[in-house]
């Protein structure tokens, strides 16, 4: 058996078989039947599904077991490419190893059947495995999928598999189901090679535990003690110019100010107490709440931390001293990584602000991949500095105060802003355009109610 979790990943296979499993040692799996009635003449697939319980890989082999005759007592009318193959399951993956079935156009047509798939399995490296997920409680049980974070394509492929009848029903290590066979038509015999599809693989997991359980202390005692608005503010401010840096569209002062700000807000959440986070509609970026007592030790409370934190902790794992000045740490290394939660953040804001659909969240990364690139190549412009960074500034330019500002002071350096970016008006920001001019009025009425 293996050792105590300390990491629980989602039950992946119970989320698409909806809790039917066959359990064997390190490992659980399933199969299905597609189509579960077929014409003769026409292929089955055989889709065996696995879910790897423990942190090494595991060598499987896979026997398949087809009818040897079919009802009319006819022999060699099931065909498969292979009926033994061999394939590697990594540490904690899932995935389905697809095995086609040939059946001949003179198959006699048949109710029930019957087709086997024997599994060998042993653990390919030496020493104790640890177990992953812990999966008994309950259906879709483990820690939580977060199917938002999966690609489209991974999302509409779990789709189609849950809506497969799965069985579990085994015989020491053997899986079984049956299958029936219809009157056949013209057709033509299929033989096509078995192959894997990868599911889930533990760089889709989203999170940080483990992480954050090795580096706790530094996190509360430095890093976010570290984190104090003017200094965040300036020092932000000084490698947003250095980043945004680009003699054919040069930055406005307040421009570099906006986008400070926002990013400089992510930052504070990081710190605030749950409460008041949570107020903010900005829980996601909050990390105190992880340190409530036994949130950390309970393996199905999920722990996403915000980017720039996770990528400062990896590097802190290599030079301890960086937990000790984190703003600059974050400013030289993962400013980044910051800028991707503060784009994130932003068109969340622009989202409620504005109601205002602002994409998908694969559309949204896709974007934002495409501003960082723009923005490394020289090639930025007014759609891509002011959706959504500086859209996002602007709503929370009033919350992140530094130097002494007045709310009072603030709206003329917007409508200034906005007149100087207006010669760059076109068919194709205009939209954009329109929402700064909404946003910035927005904030005029704010203040003027203040």
């Not at 019957?114 to 490296?125: C, G, H, I, R, S």
């Not at 096509?192 to 005692?221: C, F, I, N, S």
């Not at 409370?301 to 974050?330: D, F, S, Y």
């Amino acid at each position: 058996m293996a050792d105590a979790i300390e990491v629980n990943y989602p039950d992946v296979l119970g989320h698409i078989t909806g809790g039917t499993a066959a359990s064997f040692d390190h490992l659980q799996a399933a199969i299905a039947l597609n189509p579960r009635v077929a014409r003769a003449g026409h292929p089955i697939e055989i889709i065996l599904l696995v879910q790897n319980m423990v942190d090494m890989p595991l060598d499987i082999t896979v026997n398949i077991q087809l009818p040897d005759r079919d009802a009319a007592r006819n022999k060699g009318r099931f065909l498969a490419k292979a009926q033994r193959i061999a394939f590697d399951l990594d540490p904690a993956a899932v995935g389905c190893m697809i095995l086609p079935v040939s059946t001949l156009p003179d198959t006699a047509p048949g109710a029930d059947y019957p087709v086997a798939v024997d599994l060998k399995f042993q653990t390919k490296q030496r020493g104790r495995p640890n177990a992953v997920r812990d999966v008994a409680a309950e259906v879709d049980g483990g820690a939580q999928l977060r199917l938002d974070r999966l690609s489209a394509e991974r999302r509409a492929r779990y789709a189609e598999l849950r809506r497969l009848a799965w069985s579990a029903e085994a015989k020491g290590r053997s899986l079984q189901a049956s299958f029936a066979v219809l009157g056949g038509r013209t057709g033509k015999i299929v033989a096509l090679k078995p192959r894997w599809e990868t599911l889930w693989t533990v760089a889709d997991h989203h999170d940080d535990r483990a992480l954050l359980m090795q580096y706790g202390e530094q996190v509360e005692r430095y890093i976010l003690r570290g984190i104090q608005k003017e200094r965040a503010f300036h020092t932000l401010q000084d490698y947003t110019k250095k980043r945004f840096e680009n003699e054919k569209y040069p930055l406005l002062e307040i421009e570099e100010r906006l986008i400070s700000k926002l990013m400089t807000s992510v930052m504070m959440y990081a710190r605030a107490n749950p409460t008041e986070a949570q107020s903010l509609r900005a829980m996601q970026w909050n990390v105190r709440h992880y340190f409530k007592p036994g949130y950390l030790e309970d393996g199905f409370n999920a722990v996403e931390l915000p980017r720039w934190l996770r990528r400062l902790l990896e590097l802190v794992g290599k030079e301890p001293r960086l937990a000790q000045a984190p703003l600059r740490a974050v400013a030289h290394y993962a400013y980044d990584a910051l800028l991707i939660d503060a784009m994130h953040h932003a068109f969340d804001l622009i989202e409620m602000r504005t109601a205002t659909d602002v994409g998908t969240p694969e559309e949204r990364d896709q974007y934002i991949q495409h501003v960082l690139d723009s923005l490394s190549a020289g090639e930025l412009d007014f759609e891509m500095l002011y959706m959504p960074l500086v859209l996002g500034g602007i709503i929370v330019n009033s919350r992140v105060l530094v130097e002494r500002e007045d709310v009072t002071t603030l709206i003329g350096p917007l409508r200034d802003m906005l007149e100087a970016r207006y010669p760059e008006r076109s068919s194709e920001n205009r939209a954009t355009f329109e929402m700064a001019n909404r946003l910035v009025e927005q904030a005029t009425d704010y203040h003027k109610m203040q």
